[in-house]
């Protein structure tokens, strides 16, 4: 397993961007598919977005297509998300998690991760 650390969170106005990264421990993150998820206050935790493990293949909810970015670098042990053209509906806990299993295109399930971080705050205002 990985010991994840998400950071890059904070408090946007509409349309504003934020970079979330999530650093990784652990010698093998190269060969994990990495995913983010998020959780809104009230609602079950969602998939946003998940990267193959050369970050050569990607796979984004419907919600975040076209203005979220997953990518990674290897040598940092980091995967990230560039959110832009974000929306208050965006408002949530984000998590990055890690699978073991090869990338698979499609929504991905919570119970597909075996590894998480503890989340980091991204708040939109109006």
């Known amino acids: 397993q990985v010991q994840l650390v998400e950071s890059g969170g904070g408090l946007v106005q509409t349309g504003g961007s934020l970079r979330l990264s999530c650093a990784a421990s652990?010698?093998?993150?190269?060969?994990?598919?990495m995913g983010w998820f998020r959780q809104a206050p009230g609602k079950e935790r969602e998939f946003v977005a998940a990267?193959?493990?050369?970050?050569?293949?990607?796979y984004y909810a419907d919600s975040v297509k076209g203005r979220f970015t997953i990518s990674r670098d290897n040598a940092k042990n980091t995967v990230y998300l560039q959110m832009n053209s974000l929306k208050p509906e965006d408002t949530a806990v984000y998590y990055c998690?890690?699978?073991?299993?090869?990338?698979?295109?499609?929504?991905?399930?919570?119970?597909?991760?075996?590894?998480w971080g503890q989340g980091t705050q991204v708040t939109v205002s109006s």
């Open positions: 652990g010698r093998t993150f190269s060969s994990y598919t």
């Open positions: 998690a890690a699978d073991a299993t090869p990338f698979r295109r499609g929504n991905r399930l919570s119970a597909d991760f075996g590894s």
């Open positions: 990267s193959s493990w050369s970050g050569g293949s990607t």
